[in-house]
């Protein structure tokens, strides 16, 4: 079993920042990558972005390139989701996801979730 927390979210006006992060404890040595998704109210859960462990080869969506970047620090077990230039669309609560797998984008290949945290963007 792997164990993930996220932390870091919060209210933000638009054009503002955030930075997410998500521990991983457990059997982390099974994770080939880890994932970030976010599901609006009313909305489907929606792949955000994804990070291999080892090589560290970032995924991203078309709406959150050039804004968004993941990174992770192995040391800690840790993966991180930087949000820049923030819109009201990103509004959502974000989970992150653990995969032992190559389909990073598909939601359904994640076989460990965290609990999520709420990013509250105010326009």
């Known amino acids: 079993q792997v164990q993930l927390v996220e932390s870091g979210g919060g209210l933000v006006q638009a054009g503002g920042s955030l930075r997410l992060s998500c521990a991983a404890s457990g059997r982390t040595f099974s994770i080939y990558a880890m994932g970030w998704f976010r599901q609006a109210p009313g909305k489907p859960r929606e792949f955000v972005a994804a990070?291999?462990?080892?090589?560290?080869?970032?995924y991203y969506v078309d709406s959150v390139k050039g804004r968004f970047t993941i990174s992770r620090d192995n040391a800690e077990n840790t993966v991180y989701l930087q949000m820049n230039i923030l819109k009201p669309e990103d509004t959502a609560v974000y989970f992150c996801?653990?995969?032992?797998?190559?389909?990073?984008?598909?939601?359904?290949?994640?076989?460990?979730w965290g609990q999520g945290t709420q990013v509250t963007v105010s326009s």
């Open positions: 990070i291999t462990w080892s090589g560290g080869n970032t």
């Open positions: 996801a653990a995969t032992s797998t190559i389909l990073l984008t598909t939601m359904g290949e994640y076989a460990y």
